[in-house]
């Protein structure tokens, strides 16, 4: 007998009684799971960690679900650390109970965002991703202000159908980004480049929904408006359909968008300060340009004749032509994220349908004006409209997964 005789034997002992063990899970309801956790019993055969959690008489093997229903192995982590379960994947969470915990509970949904979600969440190289992605933010800024229109746009095309999960950034000839009101979005680019640095410095830790959510907040600042923390932990949605995209359109009615932005619980005050954010982008002609001739389906005599003089010059009556103009006319400032905009709506000089029409319906002009006049107030209460937009129906916790490629589901 050659002296490695014991150690097959043992070898051999261990795998029966795991493969024993394993029948006896499988008969109490869970499943045996390759994994590389530490827990209290472990069997290794070709690399491969089989995690069992240990009880003194039965050993139970963790249940780990499939990807859309993972349950957390610890109840103990708390949901700021908290990293879903990947089996064949390094564990990132080096806090795991030794003792037996509790039994598979069902996939759980933190409370909520939290600012500073990613510190500490980067330990092998302990960087501070928020603040590298940020620091890109201002990189590509510098080369492209427009970027600032595009994301706010972005955002909020990504956040009022199915929340904020990303699901705008998938590629697909019947996804979110191929709905009509998708079709000019922009700013795909800078999604792709900031995750290209999230995840060469943080593998599989940022989502998505979070770097469009950095990077709105850090965008607006640089453009001048106000400055605010914003709260992180989304996941990626799994879903990206274009027959979901339902997104109120410029030619509404007051009534109409009131009611479509209460379908989201925002009040009509809210509302009026989101659009705000068309104090910054442009608009192509298609959305404003039967305002402009005598004659037009939506003519407004009503309209600043200055204004009007300007716009029918970009967009000349019985063209095709599909120029863009500045969503906020007060040219000084039609880069600049400021109050500018609901002063010139005031003054008639509003672009799209719905913009001028906020200023005309007494259910929203007492906020315009209010706006117009106050821009601290306006700052404050689009920062509180923003932070609530920016949490709309998110994945938290263990739901949705973090994308390896922002374009596609992994
Ligand atoms: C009822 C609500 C809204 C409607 C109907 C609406 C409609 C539009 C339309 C038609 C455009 C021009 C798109 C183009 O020609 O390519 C536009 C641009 C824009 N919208 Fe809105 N919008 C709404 C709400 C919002 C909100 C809540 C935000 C952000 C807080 C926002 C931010 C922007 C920005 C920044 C642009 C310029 C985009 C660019 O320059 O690329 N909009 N919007």
Excluded at 208 to 213: E, L, N, P, Q, S
Aim: glycine share 8%; proline share 8%; hydrophobic share 35%.
């Amino acid at each position: 007998m050659s002296c490695q005789t014991p150690v097959i034997l043992l070898k051999a002992t261990i795998w029966v009684i795991l493969i024993l063990m394993s029948i006896v899970g499988e008969s109490h309801g869970y499943r045996l799971h390759k994994t590389r956790s530490r827990l209290g019993h472990r069997g290794k055969f070709n690399g491969d960690v089989y995690a069992l959690e240990g009880g003194h008489k039965r050993s139970r093997v963790l249940y780990v679900s499939p990807e859309s229903d993972r349950t957390p192995f610890t109840p103990f982590t708390p949901f700021t650390s908290f990293t879903p379960f990947t089996p064949f994947s390094p564990m990132r969470s080096p806090s795991f109970p030794k003792t037996p915990s509790t039994p598979p509970t069902k996939p759980t949904r933190p409370p909520g965002l939290q600012v500073g979600f990613y510190k500490g969440q980067c330990p092998s190289t302990n960087v501070d991703v928020e603040a590298t992605i940020t620091a890109k933010v201002q990189e590509h800024f510098r080369k492209d202000a427009t970027l600032l229109p595009a994301l706010l746009r972005m955002q909020f095309h990504d956040c009022f159908v199915h929340g904020c999960d990303a699901s705008i950034l998938i590629d697909g000839p019947s996804s979110e980004k191929a709905a009509g009101p998708n079709l000019s979005v922009r700013g795909y680019e800078l999604i792709d480049a900031l995750k290209g640095v999230a995840e060469a410095e943080c593998p599989g830790v940022v989502s998505c929904a979070d770097i469009i959510a950095i990077a709105t907040k850090q965008l607006i600042k640089l453009g001048g408006g106000p400055e605010y923390s914003v709260q992180l932990g989304r996941r990626d949605g799994l879903i990206s359909k274009a027959q979901d995209v339902s997104l109120p359109s410029p030619f509404a009615s007051v009534t109409q968008s009131i009611v479509a932005f209460g379908a989201k619980k925002f009040t009509p005050e809210e509302m009026v300060v989101l659009f705000g954010g068309h104090t910054v982008g442009k608009s192509h002609c298609t959305f404003f340009q039967d305002r402009l001739h005598v004659g037009a389906s939506l003519f407004d005599p009503n309209m600043d004749p200055s204004l009007r003089r300007q716009l029918s010059l970009t967009c000349p009556k019985d063209t095709t032509t599909n120029n863009l103009a500045f969503l906020d006319q007060n040219l000084q400032s039609s880069n600049r994220f400021d109050n500018s905009f609901f002063d010139q709506i005031l003054k008639g000089r509003g672009v799209l349908p719905i913009d001028q029409a906020l200023a005309r319906d007494p259910q929203t002009s007492g906020f315009v004006l209010q706006f117009a006049q106050n821009p601290a107030l306006f700052n404050a209460k689009f920062v509180s409209a923003m932070v609530k937009m920016q949490a709309l129906d998110v994945l938290l916790g263990n739901q949705g997964q973090i994308r390896k490629v922002c374009s596609k589901v992994n």
